[in-house]
C-alpha cells in the first residue's frame, strides 16, 4: 500500500472530517494513506472506478492563504512535469472550501520502508534505484523544477523503480520567493547544505538529495546519523556523512556528492556516468574526482546538548520515533579515507544560524509529521555575512591601532556570543523535548550564569589558536615586508604586520576549533540588534566608518598604541 508524504492536524476530539466512503468533489474516498502538518491524503476513485491519492487541507489549515499557496504552488510545479518517476497532477480545487489535488496513485511503499523491512540494498537494486532516481531529477530539472526535498519517505517503490512524490516545497526557478522568505520544512538529514544555510538552491540541491537518500538505501542508516538536530545538521553542512555501511566501490561517488559546497560536487553527468561505472563493477574514480575528508565532527561543541533526545507524543496519539545521539561523532567512510590521498581538509561549516529568544519557537509538536524532529527555526534566517565582514573590518582596524584592545575585544565578543549560542541552543533544545512552557524564558534567564562561565572558558582555550596564528603572520608579514623593500629589520609592530596579525586572528576564530559556536552566536546577535534588511545596512555602514576612523588613526600614529600596557612587545622581545 502507498504511503504518501503530506500533513494533517486532527481536528479538536479527533474527529475525522472526511469518513472513508465520502464523496469530495467528484472523488469518492476510500481510505487514508498518510498524514502530516497541513492535510491528509486519501486513497480515492474517480468516476471511472479508477484509483487515485488525494492531498486535502484540513478546516483549520484551509483557512490560511499560506496554506492554499502553498497547495497551487504544488500544483503549478507538478503541472510542469510529465514522467513516469514523478507522480503527476490530475486535478486540483485550490479556491473551494476545502482545497484538494488529485494526482496518480501510486501503489508502492515508501523507500524507507522498503529498506527497514528487507535491508540495505545490494548492488543491482542500488543501481536500478539510482539510475531510476536520476531520470526522474533530469525530467523535473528540464521542467525548471527544484524538489528540494528528495530523500527516502518521498520515494515510493514501484516493483523496484522508483516514483518521486511530494513537491510541498518544491522550488521553481525562476521563482524567487522561497529564497526571499527562508522557507524551511523537511527531515534535518535529508535538507542539503543551502537549505539549511538559506542559501540560493539548484539543480545541485536534488542532486545532494540523490546522494543522500542512496547513502541511506545502500546503508539502512540516514548517512548523517541521528540525534539531536543541532548535532545532525552541523554534520550536514561540515559534509561530514557516515558512509561506513556503504559498498565501497560507489561510496566515493556519495561522498563527493554530499560536499557541502555546491561548486566541489560533481556535476549531473558525471554522476549518471560513475553510478554506471559501479554497475558495471568499475571504479566510480575513474569518472569523478574524490572528495578529500573533513574532520569529522565533535559532539562536544554544545555541552547542553542531551545524549538522549525522545519527541513528544503529537496530539494524534502516534508515538514519535525515538532519537538517540551516537556515542561518539562518525569517523568518516573508512573505505572512502582509504581511497584518498592526504590534502588539505575542507573547511568546517556550521549551520544553525540564531535568532533571539523570540524568534525560536517553530511549529507546534501536533504540526509535525509522525517520526519528524522539530527544526531549529533560526534555520534559512539571513547570515548577516556583510555585517559579519564590516566586524572584522574593524577588528582589523583596532589590532593596527591598539592591540591590546583589540585582543580584549575579541576575547569578549567570543564569550558573548558563545553565551548566546548555548542559551537559545538550550532554549530550542528544551522545547524540542517538552513542548513551549511558560517556565521557559524564566529558566532561560536562571541558567545564563552557567552557559556565561562554559562560554567564558570555550573562549579562553579557543582563543589559543587564533592568538598563536595571530602572533606568526605578524612575524611573517614582517619578514615579507623586509623581502619586499630589500633593507631594513623586521618591525612587528608596524601597521602591516599588525594587520595581517588581526585578520588572520580573525578568521582563525572564525573557522578555527569551536568557531560553529561563534558563528551561530554571532548571527544571533546581529539579527536581534539588525532585525530587518534597513537595519543590517545602517548597522554595516556604522561599522565600517568606525573601522575607517579607527585605521586612519593609526596611520596618523604611525605605529600602534599598546594602551593601556604601554609597552610594545618588540620591547619586550628585546628586538631590534
Not at 67 to 85: H, K, N, Q
Not at 193 to 215: I, K, N, Y
Not at 318 to 345: E, K
Not at 506 to 521: K, N, Q, V
Request: aromatic share 4%; glycine share 10%; proline share 10%.
Amino acid at each position: 500500500m502507498s504511503v504518501m508524504t503530506a500533513e494533517i492536524l486532527d481536528e479538536p476530539g479527533g474527529r475525522d472530517p472526511l469518513p472513508e466512503h465520502s464523496l469530495l468533489g467528484s472523488y469518492r474516498l476510500v481510505q487514508r494513506l498518510g498524514e502530516g502538518g497541513m492535510g491528509v491524503v486519501h486513497l480515492a476513485l474517480d468516476r471511472q472506478g479508477k484509483a487515485v491519492a488525494i492531498k486535502v487541507l484540513r478546516p483549520h489549515v484551509a483557512h490560511d492563504p499560506a496554506a492554499r499557496a502553498r497547495l497551487s504552488r504544488e500544483v503549478d510545479t507538478l503541472s510542469r512535469i510529465r514522467s513516469p518517476r514523478v507522480a503527476p497532477v490530475i486535478d486540483a480545487d485550490i479556491d473551494g472550501e476545502r482545497p484538494f489535488i488529485v494526482t496518480r496513485y501510486v501503489p508502492g511503499p515508501p523507500l524507507d520502508e522498503v529498506v527497514a523491512g528487507s535491508g540495505p540494498m545490494g548492488a543491482d537494486d542500488l543501481h536500478r534505484l539510482g539510475r531510476g532516481l536520476a531520470e526522474a531529477l533530469d525530467v523535473i530539472h528540464d521542467s525548471d523544477v527544484i524538489h528540494r526535498d528528495l530523500k527516502p519517505g518521498n520515494v515510493l517503490m514501484v516493483d523496484g523503480d522508483p516514483v518521486v512524490i511530494d513537491f510541498g516545497i518544491a522550488h521553481v526557478t525562476d521563482d524567487i520567493r522561497l529564497t526571499m522568505t527562508g522557507l524551511v520544512m523537511g527531515t534535518p538529514g535529508y535538507l542539503s547544505p543551502e537549505v539549511v544555510e538559506g542559501q540560493r538552491v539548484s539543480p545541485a540541491t536534488d542532486w545532494w538529495g540523490w546522494a543522500a537518500t542512496l547513502a541511506y538505501a545502500a546503508s539502512g542508516r540516514p548517512p548523517f546519523g541521528r540525534g539531536p538536530m543541532d548535532l545532525v545538521l552541523t554534520r550536514v553542512t561540515a559534509g561530514d556523512p557516515d558512509l561506513s555501511g556503504v559498498d565501497s566501490r560507489i561510496a566515493p561517488l556519495l561522498y563527493a556528492a554530499l560536499a557541502p559546497d555546491p561548486q566541489d560536487r560533481p556535476h549531473q553527468r558525471d554522476v549518471v556516468a560513475a553510478l554506471e561505472r559501479y554497475a558495471h563493477g568499475g571504479l566510480v574514480t575513474d569518472v569523478i574526482q574524490a572528495r578529500p575528508p573533513v574532520p569529522p565532527v565533535q559532539a562536544t561543541q554544545s555541552f547542553a546538548v542531551p545524549r538522549t533526545s525522545v519527541m513528544p507524543l503529537s496530539r494524534n496519539g502516534i508515538q514519535p520515533r525515538p532519537t538517540v545521539a551516537p556515542a561518539q561523532a562518525p569517523q568518516g567512510p573508512p573505505q572512502v579515507a582509504q581511497q584518498l590521498a592526504p590534502v588539505t581538509p575542507l573547511r568546517q561549516a556550521a549551520p544553525q544560524r540564531q535568532d533571539p529568544a523570540d524568534a525560536i519557537f517553530g511549529p507546534r509538536d501536533d504540526q509535525l509529521e509522525p517520526g519528524e524532529q522539530r527544526l531549529d527555526p533560526r534555520i534559512g534566517r539571513p547570515s548577516r555575512s556583510g555585517t559579519v565582514a564590516a566586524l572584522l573590518a574593524l577588528l582589523v582596524a583596532t589590532a593596527v591601532t591598539v592591540p591590546v584592545v583589540a585582543a580584549v575585544a575579541l576575547l569578549l565578543w567570543l564569550t558573548l556570543a558563545r553565551t548566546t549560542d548555548r542559551s537559545v541552543t538550550s532554549l530550542i533544545l528544551r522545547r524540542h523535548d517538552r513542548g513551549p512552557r511558560r517556565s521557559d524564558l524564566p529558566v532561560a534567564v536562571l541558567v545564563t550564569p552557567w552557559h556565561l562561565l562554559l562560554g567564558l572558558l570555550t573562549s579562553v582555550f579557543g582563543a589559543i589558536m587564533p592568538a598563536l596564528l595571530a602572533v606568526s603572520g605578524v612575524f611573517c608579514a614582517a619578514l615579507a615586508v623586509v623581502a619586499v623593500q630589500g633593507t631594513g629589520s623586521p618591525e612587528p609592530d608596524a601597521l602591516v604586520p599588525m594587520g595581517v596579525g588581526g585578520l588572520l586572528a580573525g578568521l582563525m576564530a572564525w573557522w578555527g576549533p569551536g568557531g560553529a559556536s561563534l558563528r551561530r552566536g554571532t548571527r544571533s546577535i546581529l539579527r536581534g540588534v539588525s532585525p530587518g534588511p534597513s537595519a543590517s545596512r545602517v548597522v554595516v555602514l556604522l561599522l565600517l566608518v568606525a573601522a575607517a576612523a579607527v585605521a586612519a588613526a593609526g596611520i596618523v600614529e604611525g605605529a600602534p598604541s599598546w594602551w593601556p600596557t604601554g609597552t610594545a612587545w618588540a620591547d619586550q622581545l628585546n628586538l631590534p
